[in-house]
Every structure is written in structure tokens, then in C-alpha cells.
Antibody, heavy 122, light 108 residues
Framework: QITLKESGPTLVKPTQTLTLTCTFS??????????VGWIRQPPGKALEWVAI???????RYSPSLRSRLTITKDTSRNQVVLTMTNMDPVDTATYYC??????????????WGQGTLVTVSS | EIVLTQSPGTLSLSPGERATLSCRAS???????LAWYQQKPGQAPRLLIY???SRATGIPDRFSGSGSGTDFTLTISRLEPEDFAAYYC?????????FGGGTKVEIK
């Protein structure tokens, strides 16, 4: 059974850097074709893809957020870490991490964490 | 970037009725890698459909997906009380990955 759980601060101040950790079980990021991504959702709004990292260390970022993002993996700890710099109130959202496979068949995000609400406010 | 436009924004229907949700892409979706998610308040999205028409594990057969290229549809044949929720389409065939703006199915 695949599980993912997000952790990190619930409140950050404008201009600060956000660091979120996704801790997972039931799969390994050393297996070919596995990816762990981040998706966010502002209150009452739609889902927005943020970033993803694959087992081959390929990293992809949302073009609108790319300059502020870094995604890394720690395969020994089964963790993926997302950092977002220069936080702004518009970044207030629930942040989800999720698992996908890109080995045949290519799949979308199939398993999701419960999400963590991050509020940006002074 | 592939922009996904969902319509309508809100669908007001009664239990037992048929729901038809649309997702239109700004360009052709690679290999029809189009998914549909259901999301209830306070919950993470749940995968319903992938590959435009394949149901995910455990999804009832009242949910069906169709379409190809740039036009996709999610159909719920007979709405059950637990189906009133928000629905999102998602293309996962090309980077950047993108989601639609969502359709809320509400009780009339």
C-alpha cells in the first residue's frame, strides 16, 4: 500500500523560504519510472501542479514558479523535499505530494497525501 | 503549456440524473494522457479515469470517460449522493503538467 504524508510549517512570513517534506512508503524512488510530485490548491480554487522529481533525478518545475523552486530526494529516508523561496500571501494553499509512474503504462498521480495547509501572513 | 478548460463551472443536478462534464485542451493531449479526479471538501483528489477512458481501481462503472485529441468528457450515468463533489481534468502527457479549473457538481 502506497502512502504519502506532507510535513512542514503551517505559517510562514512574506519573503521567507518554505520547506516542505513528503515522506512516503510502499514504493521506492530508486525504482525506474517512479515520480513524486507536488500539487497545490489555494482555498476554494483549482489544483495547480508545482514540481516533480523522478527516480532518474529528472526534475521538472511549473514555469510560473521555476525561479523560486528546488525539489530534491533522499532515497535512504524515502523523502522528497520542496523548497520555495520568497513566499507571498498568494502562495497560501494546501500543498499535496503525490506518486506517479511513467514506466509503461504511463500513469497520472495515483496516490496522494492528505495535504498540508500553508498560510503566508505577517 | 497545454491549457485545460472545463465546463460548465457548476452543474446543478438531482440524484439519479446524468452528469456530463467537459474538458477542452488548447492543443492535442499526448497519447490521450488525460485523467479525471474527484475531490470532496477537505479531502485529497481521488483518481477516477486515466488514459481518457480507463477506470481506476475500485471506481464504479457509472463513471466513464471518453474523447481524444483536444476534447474529453466525463460522464456519470446516474448520480449517487456521494458523487456531488468537484471534478478536475489533468493532462500528464507533456511537461508542464496541467489541471483544469474544475467543475462543481451540486445538488439541485
Amino acid at each position: 500500500q502506497i502512502t504519502l504524508k506532507e510535513s512542514g510549517p503551517t505559517l510562514v512570513k512574506p519573503t521567507q523560504t518554505l520547506t516542505l517534506t513528503c515522506t512516503f512508503s510502499g514504493f521506492s524512488l530508486t525504482t525506474s519510472g517512479v515520480g513524486v510530485g507536488w500539487i497545490r490548491q489555494p482555498p476554494g480554487k483549482a489544483l495547480e501542479w508545482v514540481a516533480i522529481i523522478y527516480s532518474n533525478d529528472d526534475k521538472r518545475y511549473s514555469p510560473s514558479l521555476r525561479s523560486r523552486l528546488t525539489i530534491t530526494k533522499d532515497t535512504s529516508r524515502n523523502q522528497v523535499v520542496l523548497t520555495m523561496t520568497n513566499m507571498d500571501p498568494v502562495d497560501t494553499a494546501t500543498y499535496y505530494c503525490a506518486h506517479r509512474m511513467v514506466a509503461q503504462p504511463v500513469m497520472p498521480f495515483t496516490s496522494w497525501g492528505q495535504g498540508t495547509l500553508v498560510t503566508v501572513s505577517s | 503549456e497545454i491549457v485545460l478548460t472545463q465546463s460548465p463551472g457548476t452543474l446543478s443536478l438531482s440524484p439519479g440524473e446524468r452528469a456530463t462534464l467537459s474538458c477542452r485542451a488548447s492543443q492535442s493531449v499526448t497519447s490521450n494522457y488525460l485523467a479525471w479526479y474527484q475531490q470532496k471538501p477537505g479531502q485529497a483528489p481521488r483518481l477516477l479515469i486515466y488514459g481518457a477512458s480507463s477506470r481506476a481501481t475500485g471506481i464504479p462503472d457509472r463513471f466513464s470517460g471518453s474523447g481524444s485529441g483536444t476534447d474529453f468528457t466525463l460522464t456519470i450515468s446516474r448520480l449517487e449522493p456521494e458523487d456531488f463533489a468537484a471534478y478536475y481534468c489533468h493532462q500528464y502527457g507533456s511537461s508542464p503538467l496541467t489541471f483544469g479549473g474544475g467543475t462543481k457538481v451540486e445538488i439541485k
